[in-house]
């Protein structure tokens, strides 16, 4: 996959990308800079490690916050800001572009907005199926999954291409049709690309519960 390194301690690296959807990977070392991104289109921010963060916007105004793993929220086009990681580490982020969204702004430096994130932000809580959809576009659909010790996710059949984002440590178990049971331990941080056309169940062999965030491109190539 293509990688850029814009400048010191800053590297993105496109996971799925074609004309309706672009599904990225940052990674912005302590003390590095992202440099003044223009956010024309919709899109979906997914955090896999805490992230501390001094936002400086366009108009001047900076905001410090706070982005916990496993964090996934929408956010609207024409943002426009520089992002400092001021904490002690790495910090890792998945961002999910709609580029045929009706938010789509035009090529124009003037429309750009500025907008902070809220000081207290939280993670998306389990809920009772332990699954929480964060979003569901006809371009993408963004999910975030947590799972007691024991627990499944049942049955799933993916007809699209999709990326799983895991924000804790797993020890997991996946199923599939043909009675293949495989064990695995993956750490946190840990992102997974998959093809359309996989159907298996996922379940937690842990001790802990376990987070992940699962983000399907659907005009990307649906499997047929």
Known sequence: MPCRQFMT?????ILIGDDHACLTHFTLASGAQSGWNDHKYRHALITTTDSPFLLKNRDGSEHMCMLPAS???????GLSHNEINIGDHTNNWLRDERKNSAETLPDNPSATISQPL???????RKSKTNIAEVMDTPQSWVCHFSAPPGAQTGWRHHN???VVSFATNCQIRYEHPDTRK???????GTTHIHTAGLHQNI?????NVIVFIEVEIKLK????
């Open 71 to 77: 964090l996934a929220f929408d956010r609207p086009a």
């Open 221 to 224: 190539s649906q499997y047929r």
């Open 9 to 13: 301690g800053y590297e993105t690296a």
């Open 182 to 188: 495989l064990d695995h331990t993956i750490a946190a």
């Open 203 to 207: 379940i937690n062999t842990g001790k």
């Open 160 to 162: 699209y291409d999709y």
């Open 118 to 124: 809220p000081e207290n932000t939280t993670p998306i």
